[in-house]
T-cell receptor, first 112, second 113 residues
Framework: GENVEQHPSTLSVQEGDSAVIKCTYS??????FPWYKQELGKGPQLIID?????GEKKDQRIAVTLNKTAKHFSLHITETQPEDSAVYFC???????????FGKGTRLSVIA | ETGVTQSPTHLIKTRGQQVTLRCSSQ?????VSWYQQALGQGPQFIFQ???????GRGNFPPRFSGLQFPNYSSELNVNALELDDSALYLC????????????FGSGTRLTVV
């Protein structure tokens, strides 16, 4: 089955700097890669996703890149703000009814 | 548009007891998945329901069971609770069995003592 590794487990950046979180996956059939943000006491919130037919997707300060050959994808947050502080999870899913498989999460702290 | 709502928000049970957790899916969503999130870990897939039938199951024992109702709301039942069942239980819904764009609820925090 699918296995998703996520790095780093913790990340601290200064406000205004960029943050990058990386994930690798094992199943070459995986074709959907969402990123979730989880704040304390809340459920994960989808912030951006990418499908395997594109290599990059942007939404304001957030971007995701996908390298299918290397089986890795990354989340890029530019101009970080204190409200970006949260735990971020990557996930991967192959076709059909297979479920999302999550990484273990990255705790991002943005220092003002 | 309403989101995914879960109840209760917190629950304390004794080892060996049974528990039922409830989830109302987002309007228009007919697919519901349940996940278990241990402290400091990513969510782990328990099972999924599509149009009232289970159509996927993770590596969880049979004492974890579920239901989906005609209005697409769902229940997660856990029998013979164990201490390791203490976790945040998350419900997520999506539309049309597509398995894209899951919307998560805020979860039920279950503590087994």
């Amino acid at each position: 089955g699918e296995n998703v590794e996520q790095h780093p487990s913790t990340l601290s950046v200064q406000e205004g700097d960029s943050a990058v979180i990386k994930c690798t996956y094992s199943d070459s059939a995986s074709n959907y890669f969402p990123w979730y943000k989880q704040e304390l006491g809340k459920g994960p919130q989808l912030i951006i996703d990418i499908r395997s037919n594109v290599g990059e997707k942007k939404d304001q300060r957030i971007a995701v890149t996908l390298n299918k050959t290397a089986k890795h994808f990354s989340l890029h947050i530019t101009e970080t703000q204190p409200e970006d502080s949260a735990v971020y999870f990557c996930a991967a899913r192959s076709s059909g009814n297979t479920p999302l498989v999550f990484g273990k999460g990255t705790r991002l702290s943005v220092i003002a | 548009e309403t989101g995914v709502t879960q109840s209760p928000t917190h629950l304390i049970k004794t080892r060996g007891q049974q528990v039922t957790l409830r989830c109302s899916s987002q309007s228009g969503h007919n697919t519901v998945s349940w996940y278990q999130q241990a402290l400091g870990q990513g969510p782990q897939f328990i099972f999924q329901y599509y149009r009232e039938e289970e159509n996927g199951r993770g590596n969880f024992p049979p004492r974890f069971s579920g239901l989906q109702f005609p209005n697409y709301s769902s229940e997660l039942n856990v029998n013979a609770l164990e201490l390791d069942d203490s976790a945040l239980y998350l419900c997520a819904s999506t539309e049309g069995g597509q398995n894209y764009g899951y919307t998560f609820g805020s979860g039920t925090r279950l503590t087994v003592v």
